[in-house]
């Protein structure tokens, strides 16, 4: 099952490039790591519905025994002022964790809140991009070992040049599992860096 899950994320990350390079929008692509995690996300903006249509997807790597994949979809608009963008949309999850000597499937689809506020769009001098982003799945949108998801994700953005920016964040993620075994719970919470440009 493992080797599937990641080809079909590769496969769909390579799709977003290719859309990315013959479409009018833009593409985004991250890495953030700390000490235990790697992180790696590739999104994909175009207009669509009179709105902000963002696609895209990622993959951490974490020494705590758990690996994720994701690809989500979401919708989100300016609101109230320039600088603020809001969004909402959907995100399947697949993986794999390790908790208390036992292994999980981790599969879900859950849903996505999202905000961003942009400083260059009110301070031309001030390159700086706060943003924050809730992911959850309760227990009818979770699916084999996993009985729920919640990821949160907030940090800024410092960007060097128009298109190429430093990130530095915090990352919070919670999944219950429950099989005919045992019940567990894997929470992992970590401050990262990393470096996100965008063509």
Do not use: C
């Not at 729920?148 to 940090?155: E, K, L, R, V």
């Not at 430093?166 to 919470?189: K, P, Q």
């Amino acid at each position: 099952m493992g080797n599937t899950i990641w080809t079909i994320l590769f496969t769909a990350m390579v799709m977003l490039l290719l859309a990315a390079t013959a479409g009018a929008g833009s593409v985004s692509m991250e890495i953030n790591a700390n000490t235990d995690d790697v992180a790696g996300v590739v999104e994909y903006d175009s207009q669509a519905f009179g709105a902000v249509l963002n696609t895209g997807g990622g993959l951490i790597f974490s020494d705590n025994d758990y690996t994720l994949g994701n690809l989500h979809i979401a919708l989100k608009d300016e609101l109230f002022t320039p600088a603020l963008t809001l969004g909402l949309g959907f995100k399947g999850l697949v993986g794999e964790a390790n908790v208390s000597q036992e292994d999980y499937d981790v599969t879900a689809i859950g849903f996505v809140l999202l905000g961003e506020y942009d400083f260059r769009k009110i301070y031309l001098n001030f390159p700086v991009l706060i943003f924050a982003e809730f992911s959850g799945a309760p227990d009818p949108l979770s699916f084999r070992d996993t009985t729920s998801y919640m990821d949160f994700n907030t940090g800024i953005r410092a960007y060097i040049v128009r298109t190429a920016a430093i990130v530095a964040g915090y990352r919070v993620i919670e999944i219950n599992f429950e099989d005919s075994n045992s019940s567990d719970t894997l929470t992992d919470d970590a401050w990262y860096i990393g470096l996100r440009l965008t063509f």
